[in-house]
């Protein structure tokens, strides 16, 4: 099985990712630090409210926010990286929380066997199953707290495709990166 890890600002740019750059940077921060907000405080309903911080003189991203639990509430940050598609550190109980940001050792990129993880397990069946087409492979996979972006190749050409597979076992965002569609 072919498996290829990449930077996600390559495929944000397949995707299409130019002009409103930094406007969709900002959205994919702040939605992707409330998500962790509530991967971390495991509560999944929980509101969040953030602030895009800006970019700090060190080329860092800063998102701030509060997130509503049951019976407090608690802040927290989350540093990006110049690119706005990375966190690289995530903020909470008064401490940097570096491990979460690693994934708790689940990153794709430390992985070096060729079983694909859960995360590109559930891209490669909704993919295929959204193609009608048996053919799959895992081309590219960044993880993500908010979700793992992977590319898939569907068919003998490895025509692209794009998903997010989030902890739960869901995916979305399954669309034709390519105008080949599942051939």
């Known amino acids: 099985m072919m498996r290829k ?18 406007a969709q940077s900002v959205d994919y921060m702040t939605e992707d ?4 907000s509530r991967q971390f405080f495991e509560d999944f309903e929980a509101k969040a409210n953030l602030k895009y911080q800006g970019q700090r003189t060190d080329g860092t991203h800063a998102v701030n926010g509060t997130i509503s639990l049951e ?19 995530f903020f ?9 940001v690693a994934g708790n050792g689940n990153s794709s990129g430390s992985d070096s066997s060729d079983a694909p993880t859960p995360a590109q397990q559930a891209c490669l069946r909704d993919v295929s199953n959204s193609t009608n087409n ?11 707290e908010a979700g793992t972006l992977v590319v898939v190749g569907v068919g003998e050409t490895n025509a692209r495709w794009n998903c997010i597979a989030y902890k739960d076992g869901t995916t979305d965002g399954i669309m034709s990166l390519t105008d080949e569609g599942s051939n």
Not at 71 to 89: I, L, P
Not at 92 to 100: D, G, H, T
């Open 92 to 100: 909470a109980q008064n401490e940097s929380q570096k491990e979460f």
């Open 134 to 144: 048996p053919v799959v492979v895992v081309l590219e996979s960044q993880f993500s």
């Open 71 to 89: 019976n407090r509430s608690e802040d927290f940050q989350c540093s990006y990286g110049a690119g706005g598609t990375e966190m690289v550190d």
């Open 5 to 22: 890890i990449t930077l996600l600002a390559p495929v944000l740019a397949c995707l299409g990712m130019t002009g409103d750059a930094q």
């Open 33 to 36: 630090c409330a998500l962790a």
